[in-house]
């Protein structure tokens, strides 16, 4: 493995979002002056890697297995309370979260859409869920954006009125109201 190589995938293996199933990936210089990637998972034995593409893979493996683990499923009840759930009932919810889909029309041009769509692999390290959606339609095409994710519906109706309030700016990219609105 040469050392761009090396370098790239340590820097894949050591992101913030690989922290749920990697401790740390570390670069080592081998004994015929190629590179290895000895990665250090969260459960498990170290590994060492002499072959970019192998590492890509278990980096694949162990990210989808991560994911499988730490997403998390809700229902909405009519009452409008949330119940954490498995994937099958989930699933089978689907009926339920249409019903729940609110259009907004923002403007001449835009439509808001708020979904609840039941389904977070995004929990706030004090444990909130956010399985509250917003995207908006640009009217008469297929483009879509947003994806603004919410713990809860009122939090997702603000959010469409401010943009609203703000003369729904038709850049095409109302999420980043909320970006520079909360600092992120």
Request: hydrophobic share 40%; proline share 4%; with cysteine.
């Amino acid at each position: 493995m040469t050392l761009q190589d090396a370098q790239q995938l340590a820097w894949s293996f050591n992101r913030p979002d690989s922290k749920l199933f990697i401790e740390r990936a570390s670069i080592f210089l081998g004994q015929c002056g190629d590179y290895l990637l000895v990665v250090e998972p969260v459960e498990g034995k170290p590994q060492i890697f002499t072959d970019a593409d192998k590492a890509l893979v278990a980096l694949g493996e162990w990210g989808i297995k991560a994911k499988q683990e730490n997403d998390r499923y809700f229902t909405l009840a009519e009452d409008g309370t949330i119940k954490e759930c498995d994937r099958k009932a989930w699933i089978n919810d689907g009926p339920n979260r249409e019903k729940a889909k609110k259009k907004i029309a923002c403007s001449l041009e835009i439509e808001a859409t708020i979904s609840f769509s039941g389904w977070t692999s995004t929990i706030d390290m004090d444990g909130n869920v956010k399985p509250w959606v917003v995207d908006f339609h640009v009217i008469g095409t297929d483009k879509v954006y947003g994806g603004v994710i919410f713990n809860t519906r009122e939090e997702a109706n603000a959010f469409v009125d401010q943009y609203i309030s703000k003369g729904c700016p038709p850049s095409g990219f109302p999420f980043m109201l909320f970006r520079a609105e909360a600092g992120v």
